[in-house]
């Protein structure tokens, strides 16, 4: 079935590197897509992989992509404060206009 | 460009009571969605409408229904609200394309669903 999963809290110093991580179902979704919510509103693209890379970076966001094992992770450098935010992974099904949500994983950066 | 809006941003409704909410995007975008958002489980898809006079079921779509009025407008009611429908909804929108090529998903503000 479809189901994208993700752990529900992360928790790191600020400074530190923070690891998001997520596992999707579909392995013939082309796009895989991080959104970052912030307290009280809507979702905001942070940053999206073709399905034929491994490897994207933006800055100090990095994208992992191993298809094998359909994983998918978000790595964070220098974590600030303001990075606080629930992170969501997501997946479009090819031919579909349905997105599939992961559960998303609350980061707190502690001070 | 205002993206995408919703009204209202919070709502307390009683038992049976019905409401619409509404939603629009001034982005000449094809596709518009609405989701529920609960706590722990993400964002789940309830209607989505592909193009101006079409919609479809995601994956919750009891207790609701939906309009495309037009190219703008993505209209959710909820005929006779229960305690369940308690939510955060978003309404969101995308260009088109159904996946093929990259496309981002705009997010309007949410409207806050208390049901009592």
């Known amino acids: 079935g479809e189901d994208v999963e993700q752990s529900l809290f992360l928790s790191v110093r600020e400074g530190d590197s923070s690891v998001i991580n997520c596992t999707y179902t579909d392995s013939s979704s082309t796009y895989l897509y991080w959104y970052k919510q912030e307290p009280g509103a809507g979702l905001q693209l942070l940053t999206y992989i073709f399905s034929n890379m491994d490897m994207k970076q933006d800055q100090r966001l990095t994208v992992l992509l191993n298809k094998k094992d359909k994983h998918l992770s978000l790595r964070i450098a220098d974590t600030q404060t303001g990075d606080s935010a629930i992170y969501f992974c997501a997946e479009v099904l090819p031919g579909t206009y349905k997105y599939i949500f992961g559960t998303g994983t609350r980061l707190k950066v502690l001070a | 460009n205002a993206g995408v809006t919703q009204t209202p941003k919070f709502q307390v409704l009683k038992t049976g009571q019905s409401m619409t909410l509404q939603c629009a995007q001034d982005m000449n975008h094809n596709s518009m969605y609405w989701y529920r958002q609960d706590p722990g489980m993400g964002l789940r898809l309830i209607y989505y409408s592909a193009s101006e006079g079409t919609t479809d079921k995601g994956e919750v779509p009891n207790g609701y229904n939906v309009s495309r009025l037009n190219k703008r407008e993505f209209s959710l009611r909820l005929e006779s609200a229960a305690p369940s429908q308690t939510s955060v909804y978003f309404c969101?929108?995308?260009?088109?394309?159904?996946?093929?090529?990259?496309?981002?998903?705009?997010f309007g503000p949410g409207t806050r669903l208390l049901v009592l």
């Open positions: 969101a929108s995308t260009r088109s394309s159904g996946g093929l090529s990259q496309e981002t998903q705009y």
